[in-house]
């Protein structure tokens, strides 16, 4: 089956600093990452999709500045959260496409929880 | 725009009993997936079950099944003999078929926390 590693599964930090959390596709190739954002007890919130080798596509209300994203291969999307505030902790999770036959199906990362102090 | 709805924000069974979750969407397109997403406690998101609006057969996996029903928009997932593992939030998701990449997120329900009675 398709996997996809997220991590680091859990994360604190302090206010102000800037946080990476890396999402890869172990044995496919991902030609679009999503990035969401789960608060308790919600749904997913999508923030970016990112295709390899271009900018990604952030919605509407999410700062590219705050939140940035890199999708530098086919295997390996970046979500780096800077100058993170306690307002910014939240679940983090990632989702590829394959770029294999379109089955529909996305396949997800563990998810990362941030904590910012 | 494409939206799902889950009216049930909680659910509880009795383990080894049958439940049903609901799951209603709005779309003008003709052709799409659905899917139901579990997501336990570990927080990963795992395929429940998936389902291609052009197949009218109701997709089934071991015990979980779909009724998917395309005039009314409704796509209920049945869980049959519950087991204290299924405990979890289960989500409805709506995929567009064709498009842009960024046409293929997922559109989310607000799911249902499944509840398992032993």
């Known amino acids: 089956g398709a996997v996809v590693s997220q991590h680091p599964s859990w994360v604190i930090c302090k206010s102000g600093t800037s946080v990476k959390i890396e999402c890869r596709s172990l044995?496919?190739?991902?030609?679009?990452m999503f990035w969401y954002r789960q608060f308790p007890k919600q749904s997913l919130m999508l923030m970016a999709t990112?295709?390899?080798?271009?900018?990604?596509?952030?919605e509407q209300g999410v700062e590219k500045d705050k939140f940035l994203i890199n999708h530098a291969s086919l295997t390996l999307s970046t979500l780096t959260v800077t100058s993170a505030h306690p307002e910014d902790s939240s679940f983090y999770i990632c989702?590829?496409?394959?770029?294999?036959?379109?089955?529909?199906?996305?396949?997800f990362g563990e998810g990362s929880r941030l904590t910012v102090l | 725009a494409q939206t799902v709805t889950q009216s049930q924000p909680e659910m509880s069974v009795q383990e080894a009993e049958t439940v049903t979750l609901s799951c209603t969407y709005d779309?003008?397109?003709?052709?799409?997936?659905l899917f139901w997403y579990k997501q336990p406690p570990s927080r990963q998101m795992i395929l429940v079950i998936r389902?291609?609006?052009?197949k009218q057969q109701n997709a089934t996996e071991n015990r979980f099944s779909v009724n998917f029903q395309k005039a009314a928009k409704s796509f209920s997932l049945k869980i049959s003999d519950s087991q204290l593992g299924d405990a979890a939030m289960y989500f409805c998701?709506?995929?567009?078929?064709?498009?842009?990449?960024?046409?293929?997120?997922?559109?989310w329900g607000a799911g249902t926390k499944l509840i398992i009675k032993p």
């Open positions: 779309t003008s397109e003709s052709d799409y997936y």
């Open positions: 989702s590829a496409r394959a770029r294999r036959v379109d089955t529909g199906e996305l396949f």
């Open positions: 990112s295709n390899e080798g271009s900018k990604a596509t952030y």
């Open positions: 998701a709506y995929r567009t078929v064709y498009g842009m990449d960024s046409n293929y997120q997922l559109i």
């Open positions: 044995d496919f190739q991902a030609t679009t």
């Open positions: 389902q291609e609006a052009y």
